[in-house]
């Protein structure tokens, strides 16, 4: 399998930024989803098989078989981050949830540098500090520790090791195949591992109204077809290690969606932690303007 062609062109920067804003709404729609968390996550992947098939069906043909297991068993990984996030709202706050759940680029960047050989620019690891620095500022400015909320912060960070297996494992594959492929299958892996999940421990759940619907609607659209599906096709696109930094925009992005929706007033902090967390990614990203493509093959 050689990798494809990854020149972290600012369009596609731009793609994976819409990507997150999509990602963004996670919380809202969870938190207004009246069925039980892990319920709330099958039905989200259940009601996106139809979409993303038809987006993939063109393309399903080419898949080798070993591949198409190593997918399924992502999708079980992107099963685990969805069932703990989701169960995460119900034990923290929203803020802490966001924050937790996006520390990807911590697992994501050494072991793509192990095991991808993946390029680290010079002042790359700065500039992820400084994100760091100001998702942090920007968090502690909306909440304050509370040993209350700590079983769901761990739910939260339990998520994130899921979350960045999974998208470690989509990268390489994304070398391969499109991104509605590596959707399409993965979440027929999610679909069935939340479905053996959310029975045992939930029961049987079903909406029973437009406003039990609606929720898992606006979660099937924004994260699984549009939100993961765009990343995943940025993926063919951009570093790995460029792109986990822009994924912490996505708590800035969540900080904005609640102040237009639910008039939750920005602190000082905030306005500071988000001004950090732009510097920081704008650092990030100049490092890549000169790096040479260094690869063979591309992948439609």
């Known amino acids: ?163 960045a297996i999974f998208i470690l494992i989509s990268y390489r594959l994304r070398d391969s195949y499109e991104s509605s492929v590596i959707m399409f299958i993965s979440s027929i892996g999610t679909f069935f591992t939340l479905a053996l999940i959310s029975i045992p421990v939930e029961g049987i759940q079903y909406p029973k109204s437009l406003s039990d619907l609606a929720p898992i609607i606006g979660l099937t659209i924004c994260l699984q077809v549009i939100g993961h599906n765009l990343l995943s096709h940025c993926q063919g696109k951009i570093s790995i290690t460029l792109s986990s930094v822009i994924s912490l925009l996505q708590p800035v992005v969540a900080s904005v969606y609640s102040y237009f929706f639910f008039s939750e007033a920005l602190s000082y902090k905030e306005v500071i932690g988000i001004l950090i967390v732009i510097t920081g990614v704008f650092l990030v990203k100049s490092q890549y303007q000169t790096i040479p493509a260094c690869s063979n093959s591309e992948a439609s």
């Open 1 to 163: 399998m050689n990798p494809i062609t990854r020149n972290n062109e600012s369009k596609y920067l731009f793609y994976a930024f819409i990507a997150i804003t999509f990602l963004a709404t996670g919380g809202i729609f969870v938190k207004l989803s009246t069925l039980p968390p892990i319920s709330t996550g099958t039905y989200r992947v259940l009601f996106a098989l139809p979409i993303l098939y038809f987006m993939a069906r063109k393309n399903l043909k080419n898949l080798r078989r070993k591949d198409v297991a190593l997918l399924l068993i992502s999708g079980g990984f992107l099963a685990g981050d969805i069932s703990l996030w989701n169960m995460a709202f119900h034990h923290t706050t929203v803020a802490n949830a966001n924050l937790l759940t996006n520390l990807t680029p911590l697992i994501v960047v050494p072991v793509s540098f192990i095991l991808f050989k993946e390029h680290i620019p010079r002042f790359y690891l700065p500039g992820l500090a400084i994100t760091m620095i100001g998702v942090f500022t920007l968090i502690r400015g909306k909440t304050v520790p509370n040993p209350d909320h700590y079983f769901g912060d761990l739910l939260a960070f339990g998520a994130c090791l899921f979350y």
